[in-house]
């Protein structure tokens, strides 16, 4: 299963997951249902109940959530890191490649600043076609 991580307001989320399950390829990717604002009504319902950021984290409901997504990561045989994505993203993509496995990274366009971390990725790619040849050509003998 490829987990599929970026940001809950990224929109191309569903097409991608659906391009790299037309391959046969099982695709984790329902923590996007969540909506792009999940984070921030989060946000506000903490800090309503005038809870810290570290309080909050520590709070049921980031459990739940740190804890199913946490699941589906520890279920993955890799990750692709759809971009642009935020610190969550990263830290999840962080989180599979120091379990040894593979993780792609898909980047939106030429970054503007270049960074060499990304060398710890399987490999990157600047658009959708070239990162569906690379996961065929992995995953052909899997099924």
């Known amino acids: ?22 391959l046969g ?22 800090k309503l109940k005038g809870l810290t950021y570290k309080e909050a984290l520590a709070g049921p409901a980031a459990q739940f959530v740190f804890k199913f997504d946490k699941e589906f990561l520890d279920r993955a045989d890799a990750g692709v890191l759809v971009l642009p994505a935020g610190k969550s993203a990263h830290l999840e993509a962080g989180y599979l490649i120091g ?5 792609f990274i898909l980047f939106d366009k030429e970054p503007e600043r270049w960074d060499v971390m990304y060398n710890f990725a399987t490999d990157i790619f600047f658009n959708i076609d070239d990162l569906i040849v690379e996961l065929k050509r992995r995953y052909e003998n899997v099924r």
Do not use: F
């Open 99 to 103: 379990w040894r496995k593979p993780v």
């Open 25 to 46: 390829i099982d695709v984790h990717d329902d923590w996007h249902s969540a909506g792009p604002e999940a984070d921030d009504y989060w946000l506000t319902d903490q």
């Open 1 to 22: 299963m490829i987990y599929l991580i970026s940001s809950l307001r990224n929109d191309r989320i569903i097409q991608i997951g659906n391009a790299i399950r037309e």
